[in-house]
Every structure is written in structure tokens, then in C-alpha cells.
């Protein structure tokens, strides 16, 4: 038998060692007896001359006993008896406890996966983004003539590559066809990412020369479900569109980009105007060796020739050319709002930490007459240190199971609104759990020191006389309230925090859309690039009529792209006014009821009419925005705005508008953002959006999604309808960023107030039991149930009021950091810090309540009867 | 408790022990009863303190434990030499030879 397992078969090993001397003794009797002795002398003898048995046993087992080991054991089994003793204070403790851990767990989880962890690419930390910085902000996308200046002059990558979006495409095989995601690429992105196509290779860049030969990667899952995992597929002609692209490479599973895409198609770099847009996501990947200091400093340079060295009309950007790492601007977004959630949970687990700790010394009244009887039997200070340290190891590690369970519960990170290449990694795994574990064990250092230090100042004999330490009282009651201020505190700063968000979305909900979302259902069509604007135009004419016919429509429009459903911009000048001119005007072809259906009032001239869309002349309605921008206090009918020029230069050529007419301010792609200036064509006039928005306003919704759908299908049996909701649900849409803060930071803040609300309890319950003999006295003396009152309840408003002051001043202090997170909201908004101080106020003299009742009862009879 | 005479020094008994067991293999109860016998009854052992020095001797692998047969027909524990113990032997007995010597050296001139 090993040493090892004699330690852990300690039962079997002892009964076989009282056998084996049982054994011995019933050998000697036997001698003895054959000897010529009695028997009862032979046992007599046999006895004494064997020693004690019990003892010998002892020592026996002692020589095997690794002491602490044993010991630890025993503590371990002892704390389990105290635990469930007292299972009211065992469950509240674990349960705080699992509070706290679970929601660092689950938010370290968030951070752990979006910014410590490597992104999902060989030698993640060498992939760089491009950047431009100006004085005022960063723009994080460039044009092509500027991706393809860095790409061809820049010495520090071994690639450069650039990403233009993923948008639908209809794969056609044979006489069957199916929508993709295709991701639009250049060279070099797989090389840049470090990915390898397991079949195959990446394309050359003679496929993304302008009228060049297209090419296709395909990922893995399509290769499999589309291509049957058709091991020949390298070289193959597949067709998009009714495109040849050259089949170059598979992507091996598990491939993931930013946004979620089927396949990887060559983009075709020319020099229309799509090109020179902003429209491209650089990323490259640092040579070996080449540090990123290195990098920046031959990207400032290069920034710095391309400003002076590119025609007027490419020079777009202004500033410094700037690399970050790729992670740190896929993080950058979410960086701040991360901190914050992090701070709060941070916070979170000092007021469970607080609340067990006073939980904690509160019960060790009713202990301590059981650590006064092992003091004074001879237990040391260090063996009770121990077990308290035990007790308290044993309540983390229970917290932090119970803890790890609400974090799996996975309630927060299916809610995340965010695009990221990392968000399917956030998950629960190793390192997270050795988190919740370090902060188990540091938690219930803590504890079994807390529960610890207050036998210090023990006195033995008044302790075992009547149960009472009137010595250590008073420390601990200091100490106590000094956990309820700070809870308080803590509280009132989360709850502030949560206070402002909710605020922001309430403010964003408020905010002014400029349309009446109510009753209009949002419907979009996406076509085909080859479809001509002509025969978009014809398909919405038709459908209109039909759609307008549907019982319970009121009416109907179409809109190339709905308020918050997205953008699209073009370069225009006022006639005859080059300083006038925006590089981006928003551009939305409508038809005739569009602003009716919406509901957006026309300020001046007119909207349009049925003569409008067949006209030769075109014409343009404008918003407010653009109207004080170009003709501040003038009026702007009748005059013509320039559609493709920028500061004098044509970028094509467009008949001029005429306004005919002002409209109301509509939100643009962001309901955080102003209304951004905008102009309104004609549907005839072509929408430069292969995509519609349709707008329907209806009574009944009952039955109306297919109606709508048929009346699509009955024209184009094959157009695809991508969208078909409430428009009220893009408004919500918009805010999901607010809204999950806002969510996340209520939750805490309202676990923050109820285990401030259970703490508060526990405290004042521990101290009018340690001063009932005393409310007694002073009952007996004279003092009216009022007073009593006001003794308990003035000394919880004493104490809540100074957590309330503390933590209004570190709220003070502390809210100005999430600033970035809010909305039309101060950081500190006066009416929201008053708020919320009376109601943590309110929210600790309700949990004064209970307590103060009781003592108002307190039976002066009954109260000295111990004494 | 324990006012039963100890022994000479701390090792002896697991020094004779070992010695014993080195002619044969025995049980705890014919271990006693050899040593008693091979010291003419000399030294007062305390037979059931043979149990703690033979875990002692277990711990350290000087002794093995095999279930057995006693010849009075009790199934008890049979004690073996292992090639550590006879190791362990051999040095206690020839440092226990230089320790009586340094005794018989300072107590010889008293004596003469």
C-alpha cells in the first residue's frame, strides 16, 4: 500500500491495523493460557504487557499523517457542518457571491474575447490597418488610388491588401440559382490575413485589373454544400451574375472575416467614381522584423508624397497616414464601453464582497461563544485561522460554481450588437474560469480575515459567561457601518451610471426622426447589377398600383434608401457656386407619395407631382439642412443644384436639378447623427442604388406581408424581398448599442441596490440583536416606542447619508469617463444624481424597516430577564 | 499516560526489528516474542509499541506487508526485509557500533 493511497483509504487502513493487533493480543492469550494461566489472567497480562491499544493506534496512524493535510481536511468537513447550520446565510453569501463572479465572468469573457485575445490569423499582431488622422478624427477608409499608391511604394509589408464590402450575388448553376454573400477583395488579403486556401491559391492581382478576368475563393461551407466538396473545383468556371469568375482557391473551414461572407471575389480596380470614394479597408501585413514604429514612419511618409504628389482630384483625405494594429481597430470601437461594463461589474463584486463580509461578522456574534470554547481548550490562533480561512475558501469556490452557472447562462453575450471576426470566440473557456477562481480565492482571503481579526480582541471569560463580548463591540460596529457606507456608496456610483445611460436611450427614442414611423411596414428589394434603372423603375410604377390596391393600405412609395436604413451620397455644387458644394449629399430617388406616406411636411414650393415622373426636365426637392447651408435666408426654388461636380470638378455628368421645393429634416443612417443635408429626385430619374426600400402605411397588418410579397412576385415571379418589418423595429435597430449598455448597466445597478438593500438588512438586524439588552434599559427607563424608532432608523439614515455623499462625489468624479457613451445627456445631470441619491436613500431605510420594527418591540421584561 | 519504560534511544526497536527480520520473515506477534527471546528478556519492550515503529519502517520502505497465515491460523500481517531496510540496517548498526565505542572510551578510565 502506497503512502498516497494509505492517506486516502484512511478507514481501511485503520480498521486492518486494529485487526492485526486485535490479532496479537488474541495470539498472546492463547499463549498465555497454554502457558497454564487463567483465562481473565491471560487477558489481564496480555494487556499490560501489549500497552494501550487506543493510544498505540494513535501513534500508529500519526506516523502516515500528513498534519495540515489532515487537519485541512477536517476543517474542510467542520466548515461544511457550520455552512449548513445556517442555510439562510449560506444562500444569501454564495448567492451574492455567484452575482458578483458571474457578471465579471461573463463581461471579462466579452473583454478577454474582443481585446485580449488574438484575432483568429497566424501572427495576428502583424496585421495592420490604414488609417487617415486629421485634427478632428479618423477616417478609417480609403480611396483606391490611395490603397494602390501605399500597396505599390510601401516597403514594410510582405502584402497590402484592400476590402470593399460584402454584397449579394446570385450564384447560377445550370437552371437553378441562389443568393451568396461575395466579399470584394483584392490581392493579397488572404496573404495579408496569413490564411492559406487549402485548395488551391489565392488570385494574382491580374484579376482585379479594370476589364480584367474575375476571380473566386470559395469558403469551405459553400464549397461543400454548393460544389459537393468537388475536389476538382481549383480552376473551374463558376458564374455570379452572369459573370465567369475563375474558381483560384478554397478557404479552409472556420474561416472568418469581419462580416460574414460565402465566398471572396476580385474586385476590379478602375478609376470611376466609385473608386475614388472612400469605399476601401486597407490591411497589410509587417514584414518580419519590421516593427510597427517602423511601419508608421514609412506610412507618414508615403501619406505625406501621395497629398502632394496625386492629382487635385484624388486628394480626398487630408492629414497623416496611419497604421494600427488590426486588432486594436477592431477593438477600438468597443474599447471604452468594454472599460466601463468591466468597472461596473468590478464594482459590482465589492458591494458582494462587502455584503458576505458583513454578513460574515455580523454571525460571528452568534459564534462566539464556539470560538471562545476552542480558544479555550487550546486551539492557536493559527489553527482557527485556518479554519476560518477554510470557511471562507469554501463559500468562494461555492460562489464561484453558482457564479460560473449565471455566466453561462450566456444571457449577455448572445446580446451583443457588435461585428467582429472574434464575437463567435467569446465563450466561457480555461482562462476565464482560472479568473473566476483567482477572484474565489482572493475573495475568501478576505473573508476568513475578516471573520478572523474579530477574535482578536476576545475576552475569554465575559464571552463564556454570558455569551456576550462586550469588548470587541464596538470595533465591530464601526467596522460595519464602514461596510454599509461604502456599499451605499458603490451603489448610488452604479446606479448614477446606469442612470445616465438610460437617460441617453431615452433621449435617442425621443430624438426627432422627422418621419411618423407608426403603421408603416418597410419593405427591400435588392436586384441585380445588370438591372437597368429603366427597368427598376417600371417594376415600382407597377407594384405601386398594385400595393395601393391591398385593403388596408393607405398608401405607398418607394424611397432608394428609407431613413435609418442605411446611406448614399454624392458629390453636387449649387450652379454657378463651385465654394457650395458637398462632397456627399444624400441622394434618394422617391416616388410621388413618399413624403405623404411618411408623414414629412413639405416647408416650401411643392412635392412632387405625376408630371414630374414623366417630365424631360429634372427636378429635385430639398431638406431643410441643405437649404440653410446653400441659401441661408434666401430661397432656394428655382434655382439649379449640380449632381457629379465637386469645387468645379465633374465627376459625370447628370442633368441639373431644379428645386422645386423644401422638405422637413429626416434622419439619415444614424439616428445618433443630425439630419445630414439631403436631396430627393424622381424614381424615374434612376437612383445610382441597385436596391429599393419600399414604404407602406396600412391600417390592419393582418395577412399583409403576402399580399405585399404577391404583389412583387406577380410582376417579377423571381425578385428577392429581404426585409419586410415594422419600420419601428429599424428604430430600435439603431439604438440596440444604447440599449445594450443601458440594459447591462440597469442590471447592475439594480443588483447593486438589492444587495445593498440585503446588506443594509443584515447589519442593522445584527446590531439592534447586539442592543436589544440595551433598548430593553432604555424602554424600562422611560423611552417611548418613538424613540426606539428613531434610534434605528436616524442611525441607518446616518449612515446611508454618508454613502450617499461619498458616492455622489466619486460619481462627480468618475462620469465624465463615459461620456462618449452618452447621449444629449450631461455626465452630471443634476436631476439624475438627486434621483438616484433618494432613492438609494429610500431603497436603505426600507431595509432599516424590518429591523427597526422589531426593536420598537423589544420587551423590556423579556430583554433584561438575561441579564 | 505514559510511564511505561521507553526505549534505550530513539531507532533501537526499529534497529532490532529490522535485524530480526533480516533471518526471516514474521509476524508482529513472533516479531515480539523473537526479540524478546534473542535479549533473554532483558529489555522491557512495550509489545504493542512494535506497531508504530513498524509503520514507521513502512513509511520509509525498509519494510514490506503481506497478508498471511500465522501459524495459530490468524490472518495477519507478515513483515519482509526489503533491500532499502537491509541498506537502513546496516548503516544504523555500524553507526550504533561507533556510538558504543565513543561511550565504552569515555566511561573506560572512570573504570580503571
Known sequence: MSWLSRVFHRRRFHNDLSAEMRAHLDEKIAALIASGMSSEEATRTARREFGNVTLLEERSREVW????????????????????????????????????????????????????????????????????????????DLSVPEFEFFRDHASSFSAVAGFQG??????????????????????????????????GRPFGREFTRENGASAAILTDSLWRSAFSADPGI???????????????????????????????????????????????????????????????SEATLLGRQFLTQAPASQRQNSGT???????????????????????????????????????????????????????????????LLQQFLCEGLLLGVAGAAAGLAVASLGVFVSAIPWD???????????????????????????????????????????????GRVSAARRSRTGLLSALVVGEVAISLLLVISAGLLIQSLHN??????????????????????????????????????????????????????????????????????????????????????????????????????????????????????????????????????LVGVYQGHQYFSAPPCQVIGVVADVKGSRLAAPAPPMMYVPASLGSFNKSTDWVIRASASAGLASSLQNAVTGIAPDQRITVLEPMAQLINGSASETNFEALLMSTFGALGLILTLVGVYGVLSFQVAQRTHEIGIRIALGATRRDVWRLVIGKAARVTAIGVVIGLLAAFGTTRLMASELYHVQPTDPWIFAVVAILVLLVALLAAYIPARRAMKVDPLVALRYE | MNNQPRDLFPGALEMMILRTLKVQPLHG???????????????????????????????????????????????????HLTPTGTKHLERQVSSFEQMLNGIARVLSPVKS
Open chain 1, 65 to 140: 499523517r500528513w498534519p495540515s493535510l489532515e487537519s485541512f481536511v477536517a476543517d474542510i468537513h467542520y466548515a461544511f457542518r457550520m455552512l449548513r447550520k445556517s442555510p439562510a446565510f449560506t444562500a444569501i453569501a454564495v448567492l451574492t457571491l455567484a452575482l458578483g463572479i458571474g457578471a465579471n465572468t461573463a463581461i471579462f469573457s466579452l473583454v478577454d474575447g474582443i481585446i485580449l485575445r488574438p484575432l483568429p490569423y497566424p501572427h495576428s499582431d502583424q496585421i495592420v490597418y490604414f488609417e487617415w488622422l486629421n485634427k478632428t478624427e479618423i477616417i478609417p
Open chain 1, 166 to 199: 460584402v454584397v449579394d450575388e446570385e450564384l447560377n448553376q445550370g437552371p437553378s440559382t441562389r443568393w451568396l454573400k461575395a466579399g470584394f477583395v483584392t490581392d493579397g488579403f488572404f496573404e495579408s490575413l496569413g490564411v492559406n486556401p487549402s485548395l
Open chain 1, 234 to 296: 481549383v480552376g473551374r468556371q463558376i458564374i455570379l451574375n452572369n459573370q465567369n469568375y475563375t474558381v483560384t482557391g478554397v478557404l479552409p473551414s472556420g474561416f472568418m472575416y469581419t462580416e460574414p461572407a460565402d465566398l471572396f471575389v476580385s474586385v476590379h480596380l478602375g478609376h470611376s467614381l466609385a473608386d475614388e470614394g472612400l469605399n476601401t479597408d486597407v490591411i497589410g501585413r509587417l514584414k518580419t522584423g519590421v516593427s510597427l514604429t517602423q511601419a508608421n
Open chain 1, 321 to 383: 497616414l496611419h497604421l494600427d494594429r488590426y486588432q486594436d481597430y477592431l477593438a477600438s470601437d468597443h474599447r471604452e464601453t468594454l472599460l466601463m461594463l468591466l468597472s461596473a461589474v468590478g464594482l459590482l463584486l465589492l458591494i458582494a464582497c462587502a455584503n458576505v463580509a458583513s454578513l460574515l461578522l455580523a454571525r460571528a456574534t452568534s459564534r462566539q461563544r464556539e470560538i471562545s470554547i476552542r480558544l479555550s481548550l487550546g486551539a492557536g490562533r493559527r489553527r
Open chain 1, 420 to 466: 467582429l471576426p472574434s464575437i463567435d470566440r467569446i465563450a466561457l473557456d480555461g482562462r476565464v474560469l482560472l479568473f473566476t477562481s483567482l477572484v474565489a480565492i482572493a475573495v475568501s482571503i478576505v473573508f476568513g480575515l475578516a471573520s478572523f481579526f474579530q477574535t482578536r480582541k476576545l475576552d475569554l471569560n465575559n464571552a463564556l459567561k454570558d
Open chain 1, 508 to 641: 435617442l427614442f425621443q430624438e426627432k426622426l422627422g418621419f411618423n414611423p407608426a403603421h408603416v411596414i418597410l419593405m427591400h428589394t435588392p436586384f441585380r447589377p445588370t438591372t437597368t434603372d429603366a427597368a427598376i423603375w417600371n417594376l415600382e410604377r407597377q407594384a405601386l398600383a398594385r400595393i395601393q390596391t391591398i385593403p388596408g393600405v393607405q398608401s405607398a412609395a418607394v424611397v432608394s434608401v428609407a431613413p435609418l436604413h442605411g446611406g448614399g451620397n454624392l458629390p453636387t455644387q449649387r450652379d454657378g457656386h463651385p465654394e457650395d458644394s458637398i462632397g456627399g449629399t444624400e441622394y434618394r430617388s422617391i416616388s410621388a407619395d413618399y413624403f405623404s406616406t411618411l408623414n414629412i411636411p413639405v416647408l416650401r414650393g411643392r412635392a412632387f407631382e405625376q408630371s414630374d415622373f414623366t417630365a424631360s426636365a429634372s427636378v429635385a426637392v430639398i431638406n431643410e439642412t441643405l437649404a440653410r447651408k446653400w441659401w441661408p435666408g434666401q430661397n432656394p426654388i428655382g434655382d439649379r443644384i
Open chain 2, 29 to 79: 506477534y513472533a516479531l515480539v516474542q523473537h526479540i524478546k527471546r534473542a535479549s533473554d528478556d532483558l529489555l522491557q519492550i512495550e509489545e504493542g509499541s512494535l506497531y508504530p515503529a513498524l509503520q514507521r519502517l513502512l513509511k520509509e520502505g525498509c519494510v514490506k506487508a503481506e497478508w498471511g497465515i500465522s501459524s495459530t491460523n490468524r490472518r495477519v500481517h507478515i513483515y
